[in-house]
């Protein structure tokens, strides 16, 4: 277990960021196809949202991930280890996807 000078705990720091990381790319992934099945439809709030969404949450991975590294940690190389990480179900879309009341 190492620690810093303020007591923290790195090691379980980091394995708590890479989870954090894990769930901030795998809701970013379901908003970027999400989004890529509503291209179609009329502009609104609800096409506009996924798009707000995948910015929003890639830009906290970005952030976490570059923290994670600071401290010394890394990301997993194998993807599915990755994601089972997140604690989030893989990110599927419903059986029809351009109708936004399943989304």
């Known amino acids: 277990m190492a620690k810093d000078q303020s007591g923290v705990d790195t ?9 954090i990381a894990a769930a901030e790319l795998t809701t970013s992934y379901y908003y ?7 291209i179609g439809l009329r502009e609104s709030v609800l096409t506009r949202l996924p798009r707000q969404r995948t910015i929003e949450d890639r830009t906290h991975f970005d952030a976490i991930v570059h923290r994670i590294y600071e401290l010394g940690g890394k990301l997993p190389g194998d993807m599915k280890a990755f ?5 989030c179900l893989p990110a599927n879309l419903p059986d029809s996807p351009s109708d936004i009341k399943q989304c």
């Open 11 to 19: 090691d379980q720091l980091v394995g708590l960021l890479v989870a």
């Open 32 to 38: 970027t196809i999400l989004r890529g099945n509503l």
């Open 83 to 87: 994601h089972d990480l997140s604690a």
